[in-house]
Each structure stands twice: as structure tokens, then as C-alpha cells.
């Protein structure tokens, strides 16, 4: 089983900047580095979302549009740990936001789909307030 442990989520106002994490372990997780990895966010009136995805040793990175350029997304493999770096944050950013673990060799497809990804941790609310 592989888990996935989300942390850092919390209230900000609008233009200000949050990071949350998420960490990686389980009694049958294999190498940090095997995995691509995933941020996604949903709110109750919207299906999940793609936020930005990272490849296994993070030299490649991907945004969906309506984050890139103010959202960073990093992985230390020796931690196990993947992270993203949220600035100027607008009320639209409100959301839980999940990490998402998949094992695939093909990059930047299709890791924009959340059935690409096979665990998932169990989300941490981010609130902007405007």
C-alpha cells in the first residue's frame, strides 16, 4: 500500500502565498523516483481538476493554465516529498487540493488525467479569502 500524506493547507487572503506538501510511504511503495507525481484540487461544484504535474527526478514540470506562472511545483526524492508553492492567490484558488502518485515512462501524457494516477492522498483545504 502506498500512502500519500497531505499537510500545509490553510486560510490566506487574496495575492498572498501558501505551500503544502505531500509525502510518500507505504508498505509497498517502491522508489520515490519511480513516480510521476501530481497536484489536483476540487471544489463541490466543479470535477476534479489537473493543477501541475512533475516527472520522476522533477526536470520536467507542467502547469494547467490557470496557475502557471504563480505556482511552483517541486519534488526532493530523498524526502520522499513533493511540494507546492502557491503565490498570488486569488478566491478562484480555493479548493481541497490532493496529490496524486503514478507509474508510467511517457511524459507530459497523459498526466493530466486523474485516472493516470493510481494513489492518491486525502486531500488539505486551501481557503483565499478576497
Not at 486560510?11 to 502565498?17: I, P, R
Not at 510518500?24 to 511503495?29: C, E, K, P, Y
Not at 501541475?52 to 490557470?66: F, H, L, M, P, V
Request: net charge positive; glycine share 10%; charged share 15%.
Amino acid at each position: 500500500q502506498v500512502q500519500l500524506v497531505e499537510s500545509g493547507g490553510g486560510l490566506v487572503q487574496a495575492g498572498g502565498s501558501l505551500s503544502v506538501s505531500c509525502a510518500a510511504s507505504g508498505r509497498t511503495f517502491r522508489t520515490f523516483s519511480d513516480y510521476v507525481m501530481g497536484w489536483f484540487r476540487q471544489t463541490p461544484e466543479k470535477e476534479r481538476e489537473w493543477v501541475a504535474t512533475i516527472s520522476w527526478r522533477g526536470r520536467n514540470t507542467n502547469y494547467a493554465d490557470s496557475v502557471k506562472g504563480r505556482f511552483t511545483i517541486s519534488r526532493d526524492n530523498a524526502k520522499n516529498t513533493m511540494y507546492l508553492q502557491m503565490n498570488s492567490l486569488k478566491p478562484e484558488d480555493t479548493a481541497v487540493y490532493y496529490c496524486a502518485a503514478g507509474q508510467g515512462s511517457t511524459w507530459p501524457h497523459p498526466w493530466s488525467y486523474p485516472r493516470s494516477y493510481g494513489y492518491w492522498g486525502q486531500g488539505t483545504q486551501v481557503t483565499v479569502s478576497s
